[in-house]
């Protein structure tokens, strides 16, 4: 059973509450003013009919027509406008005005419970009133227009009656009821369909994230065979393909740490043989002096391999742990590249090979710590020794780029493979797989960035140049 707190819940929910707060909105926003706008529609309709009808009436009033036929005009006007029209006489009882009725279209109903508050408000304000009365039937709109007369003393225009237009308001209700009714029903519909469409999307969301969840956890736990399944171009889908992308990175993390175990278990275990069968020979007291002196010279050949392997090994590890403290200063590039150079003519004498410097003409200088340009430099030059064959020859240049200074190591050996050179800063990357531990060009890589400089390489059948580019 899905846990309460599940997304495919809570998306659902979500989309339930967005759809009810939009139809919420439409109603607020429709039904009350549809009411008002049909209202004052009723209330401006019948004060045209009053506008309309109101010469005829007031002239039989001014020549003093019979009631009969202000009656008979009453109802003519209440049948073309089918609207209840009621004249209303305006009288004075010695306290104030006293309304009366003085004809009524609708003779079958009784007056009894209208108020006429449109009337009242005419012959309080002498001018065109409109109002809505709400009675026992229902509400009534009410449109009035004051009807003047000459007052024959002092012949000056007085309220004499008041003109009133009614009309039910039912039909406006009605249709304001099937409106809201059919908003109602589309809001309930909608509600449904947001909730079971937003389930179903949010299940769907919540499967792939189960899945990404799972995979995660066989990573965790170890699975190295384990893969992130992108299965769309969205955003989940670029997840999965970032995972898939970091297994992958893991996997050869951790085939590169296999590596790395299994080639320092050999470059320390042969040496250590190495130095334990010399010692046990060394013990014979019958050896010559002669073989004697190419045994301690093994000697020191297997102890110097021990030295550099530990020593990378301890070099990577306080960069990686961001121990390494660089002490920076202005350095003649120049002179620490011929400085490192001829730290190698034994080596290079005994590999057959020529080692040429190329120094820029002007003197040249980097923002950088001399003591690990140097290791660096010396790095590149061993690698360019050690993976080239007899008699390959290697240059170390250095030029001005720009506001930048470089150093370059070039060999003319056979290259690196083109699907090794994006990984040839790996650590325990080596591209022949056999040869050393692969970490000086890592720890280059590495003390390179932290100088605030960039170490780069190119490579083609022939010819590899490795190039350091410093802050000058």
């Known amino acids: 059973m899905r846990q309460p707190k599940s997304i495919a819940n809570r998306l659902a929910l979500l989309f339930f509450a967005i759809t009810l707060g939009a139809m919420v909105i ?7 003013r549809l009411e008002s706008n049909l209202t004052s529609e009723r209330t401006a309709q019948l004060s045209a009919h009053a506008q309309r009808f109101k010469g005829g009436i007031e002239s039989k009033l001014a020549a003093g027509a019979p009631v009969d036929q202000i009656d008979l ?3 003519a006007a209440a049948d073309q406008a089918n609207a209840r029209v009621t004249l209303i006489g305006v009288g004075n009882n010695g306290k104030g005005t006293a309304p009366f009725v003085k004809s009524d279209s609708d003779l079958r109903t009784s007056i009894g419970n209208l108020v006429f508050p449109a009337g009242l408000q005419a012959i309080g304000s002498g001018s065109a009133e409109t109002a809505v009365e709400s009675i026992s039937g229902g509400r009534v709109a009410e449109a009035a227009l004051p009807l003047f007369s000459k007052d024959p003393e002092s012949g000056r225009r007085v ?3 008041v003109l009133v237009f009614s009309a039910p308001l039912g039909d406006v209700e009605r249709n304001v009821t099937l409106v809201r009714n059919r908003i109602l029903l589309a809001a309930v519909i909608a509600l449904v369909v947001a909730l079971v469409a937003g389930y179903l999307v949010a299940l769907s969301f919540g499967r792939r994230v189960s899945r990404l969840e799972t995979t995660a956890r066989q990573v965790a736990d170890g699975d190295r065979t384990a893969h992130f399944t992108v299965d769309n171009d969205d955003e989940l ?13 893991l996997s050869e993390l951790d085939s590169a740490r296999r590596r790395f175990i299994a080639t320092a278990s050999h470059e320390l275990r042969t040496p250590i043989f190495s130095l334990s069968g010399f010692v046990e020979l060394l013990e014979d007291e019958q050896l010559d002096e002669a ?21 990378d090994l301890l070099d990577l590890s306080r960069i990686d742990a961001g121990a390494v403290e660089l002490q920076r200063e202005l350095t003649d590039i120049g002179k620490l590249a011929t400085e490192v150079a001829n730290e190698f003519v034994p080596a290079l004498t005994e590999h057959d090979s020529q080692l040429e410097v190329r120094i820029a003409a002007q003197p040249l200088q980097a923002n950088c710590d001399p003591e690990r340009l140097a290791q660096v430099v010396r790095i590149l030059v061993d690698n360019a020794v050690a993976h080239t064959p007899k008699g390959t020859d290697v240059i170390v240049a250095t030029s001005h780029p720009g506001e930048r200074a470089r150093i370059a190591v070039t060999d003319f050996g056979e290259g690196i493979p083109r699907g090794d050179i994006e990984r040839a800063f790996e650590p325990f990357y080596t591209s022949d797989g056999t040869r050393g531990a692969g970490l000086g060009l890592a720890i280059a890589h590495e003390l390179v960035e932290r100088m605030g400089g960039t170490l780069s390489v190119e490579s ?11 802050p000058a």
């Open 26 to 32: 439409v109603y607020a926003g429709v039904v009350p």
């Open 73 to 75: 005009a009453v109802r």
């Open 159 to 161: 309220l004499g009656d």
């Open 237 to 249: 889908g670029r997840l999965a393909a970032a995972l898939e992308a970091m297994q992958t990175q």
């Open 291 to 311: 073989t004697r002196l190419r045994f301690l010279g093994q000697l020191r050949d297997g102890v110097a391999r021990l030295e550099k392997l530990t020593t």
């Open 460 to 470: 083609a059948p022939g010819r590899t140049t490795f190039a350091i580019e410093l």
